[in-house]
Each structure stands twice: as structure tokens, then as C-alpha cells.
T-cell receptor, first 118, second 113 residues
Framework: GAVVSQHPSWVICKSGTSVKIECRSL??????MFWYRQFPKQSLMLMAT?????????EQGVEKDKFLINHASLTLSTLTVTSAHPEDSSFYIC??????????????FGEGSRLTVL | QKEVEQDPGPLSVPEGAIVSLNCTYS??????FMWYRQYSRKGPELLMY????GNKEDGRFTAQVDKSSKYISLFIRDSQPSDSATYLC?????????????FGGGTRLMVKP
């Protein structure tokens, strides 16, 4: 299957700082990428849909000014957690869609980035 | 009530056992059903993808969908310790990936040697 890479895989930061997480599609171009958050022992919750060259679409309840998403190229989307607080500590996962149609079969996930805010 | 319900487990079985993992859902509009495997601190990996009711087999894995009961299952035959992971069911109403997926909470499976 297609490969989606996330970096960093884990990060620890102080409260009030900003953290950037990168999501790259390594062997395909992804016009659409998705960002999820997963708390311990809970399922994935979609945060936003990232479209190359346009503004991201955020899910209800997700603060767009806190979670900045940039999808500047067909292979890279970034999520920046601004002024991070301990409650932002979570596992952040991205996914990228290979094609336009095909549903879940064309969706590939990154390995996740664990954020711990002290 | 959540749209997709999944027993969190953990489910502990001996090596070689047949494992049955299940999800129930409330929205009859779901038509596409997926099972993902997620190892600890890793992203989900697609295992099975099915459309509408019926069975689908791939190696040791069998996915079963019963739309009339709003119930889906994943069976693992001859389970191995390497199958120890969290299994997430996911479903969607149409064929548009990503923003239309609704995930279950995941079932943690432990296969003991």
C-alpha cells in the first residue's frame, strides 16, 4: 500500500509553546489529507480535512486558530498546535487519500505523533 | 448513544484460537464497512473492506456484515501473538474516503503464546 509518513513520532513540549507535526505522502500525491486526534483507549476523532492549495475544513468543536493546518504541496500537510496546553496532549494521526473515489480502500494512515505537553 | 459501538476489551485468547470481534451501529445509511488494525503507538492499517451485507475472506481474516441487524464482525482464525493489537471498525455512508468515516472505539486483542 501507499506510504504516509509523520514526523515527529513523539514530542514533549512546555505549556504555551507551539508544535508542528508533518504528514507526508511518500509515493503518491494527495490532494486531500485528514487529521485525527486519539486519546488513550478511545477511537479516532476527525479534526479537519486538509485540501492542497485551499483552507482546511474543521470539524465542529475544533478551534481552527489553535490547530493550524497548512497543505502547501501535494505531498505535505502540517498541523501546528499553537500555545499548547496539557489538555492538548494526545496522539495525532494523519491520513491521505490516494484517489478521488474508492472510499476507505484508498485511505492510508501515518504512524501517528504523540504529543505530551508539560 | 454513539453511532458505532465496539466493546473495548481487552479480549485475551490463547494462540491458535478463533477470535470474533464485533461492532454494532445505529445508522442504517452506512454501506461501506472497514476493519483496521492498530498496533500500540502506530497508525491504523486497513485489514478488510466490504460493501453492504455479506462475507469477505482474506487469508485468516473474514469480515461479515449483517445490515438487517446493523452488526458487523471480524473473525481471525489460528490467531497469533502478532495479531495482538487494537482493532477498529469504521463505516461510511458513501464512497468518499476520510471525512465520512465513523470509527468504533476499538477492541484491544491479546493473543497469548
Amino acid at each position: 500500500g501507499a506510504v504516509v509518513s509523520q514526523h515527529p513520532s513523539w514530542v514533549i513540549c512546555k505549556s504555551g509553546t507551539s508544535v508542528k507535526i508533518e504528514c507526508r505522502s511518500l509515493d503518491f500525491q494527495a490532494t486531500t489529507m485528514f487529521w485525527y486526534r486519539q486519546f488513550p483507549k478511545q477511537s479516532l476523532m476527525l479534526m479537519a480535512t486538509s485540501n492542497e492549495g485551499s483552507k482546511a475544513t474543521y470539524e465542529q468543536g475544533v478551534e481552527k486558530d489553535k490547530f493550524l493546518i497548512n497543505h502547501a504541496s501535494l505531498t505535505l500537510s502540517t498541523l501546528t498546535v499553537t500555545s499548547a496546553h496539557p489538555e492538548d496532549s494526545s496522539f495525532y494521526i494523519c491520513s491521505a487519500r490516494v484517489g478521488v473515489t474508492g472510499g476507505g480502500r484508498e485511505l492510508f494512515f501515518g504512524e501517528g505523533s504523540r504529543l505530551t505537553v508539560l | 448513544q454513539k453511532e458505532v459501538e465496539q466493546d473495548p476489551g481487552p479480549l485475551s485468547v490463547p494462540e491458535g484460537a478463533i477470535v470474533s470481534l464485533n461492532c454494532t451501529y445505529s445508522n442504517s445509511a452506512f454501506q461501506y464497512f472497514m476493519w483496521y488494525r492498530q498496533y500500540s503507538r502506530k497508525g491504523p492499517e486497513l485489514l478488510m473492506y466490504t460493501y453492504s451485507s455479506g462475507n469477505k475472506e482474506d487469508g485468516r481474516f473474514t469480515a461479515q456484515v449483517d445490515k438487517s441487524s446493523k452488526y458487523i464482525s471480524l473473525f481471525i482464525r489460528d490467531s497469533q501473538p502478532s495479531d495482538s493489537a487494537t482493532y477498529l471498525c469504521a463505516m461510511s455512508k458513501d464512497n468518499n474516503a476520510g471525512n465520512m468515516l465513523t470509527f468504533g472505539g476499538g477492541t484491544r486483542l491479546m493473543v497469548k503464546p
